[in-house]
């Protein structure tokens, strides 16, 4: 496997489920990212890790619950999720923060919460 | 603060028409640009960045040049072809902090 990698690539939940997404990055970074994408709205970074270590939370709602145990494998683990949070959730890495580097993106898990 | 204005969407275009995004930026210091492009049920990829004033970057016949005078950076192909057709979306990094910024997305389709 080379690049980024997501899983699952289209999840249904109920609200009262528990999921997790996971991501994993074969390009040696050490800095890891979530966005949410919804239609018509701007990208939205939800949290950054950066050497294994959250830097950024930009005040996403509590039941969306990261988890980074290596510079590899990022998780989003959704704990009774609104129907609002319908959305393509993307996982990025660069080979650190900022500083230019660019963004390198999985393919996105389809999230659709019913 | 930090951030990108493109231009709204949709655009459509015939084939081998030529193409202009626009794309400006606000942000204090020298910020990298990047443009992406997502496909249909994609995620994003980086098509071309410049990391100074005056820069081109230039992938698969896109350009697009660091006006630092105008604050923008166009996205600009000679001749689109039906498969260009995707979301394009302008972006910035400050060289501290983790955070990226980006546009909208402007989502082109290119008739044939």
């Known amino acids: 496997e080379t690049g980024v990698t997501q899983t699952p690539r289209h999840l249904v939940m109920g609200m009262t489920n528990k999921k997790s997404l996971k991501c994993e990055q074969h390009?040696?970074?050490?800095?890891m990212y979530w966005y949410k994408q919804s239609a018509k709205k701007p990208l939205e970074l939800m949290f950054v890790y950066s050497l294994e270590e959250r830097v950024e939370n930009n005040s996403v709602p509590s039941r969306f619950s990261p988890e980074c145990p290596n510079s590899s494998h990022l998780f989003l683990h959704l704990h009774t999720l609104q129907p609002e949070d319908s959305a393509l959730y993307l996982c990025?890495?660069?080979?650190?923060?900022?500083?230019?580097?660019?963004?390198?993106f999985g393919p996105g898990t389809r999230l659709t919460v019913t | 603060g930090n951030s990108v204005t493109q231009m709204e969407g949709p655009v459509t275009l015939s084939e081998e028409a030529f193409l202009t995004i626009n794309c400006t930026y606000t942000?204090?210091?020298?910020?990298?640009l990047f443009w992406y492009v997502q496909y249909p049920g994609e995620g994003l990829q980086l098509l071309l960045k410049?990391?100074?004033?005056?820069d081109k970057g230039s992938n698969k016949g896109f350009e697009a040049t660091y006006r630092k005078e105008t604050t923008s950076f166009h996205l600009e192909k000679g001749s689109v072809q039906v498969s260009d057709s995707a979301v394009y979306f302008c972006a910035l990094s400050k060289n501290t902090g983790n955070q990226f910024y980006f546009g909208t997305g402007t989502s082109l389709t290119v008739i044939p």
């Open positions: 942000a204090t210091g020298y910020p990298s």
């Open positions: 410049a990391t100074k004033a005056d």
């Open positions: 990025a890495s660069s080979q650190k923060g900022g500083g230019g580097y660019e963004q390198y």
């Open positions: 390009l040696g970074h050490n800095a």
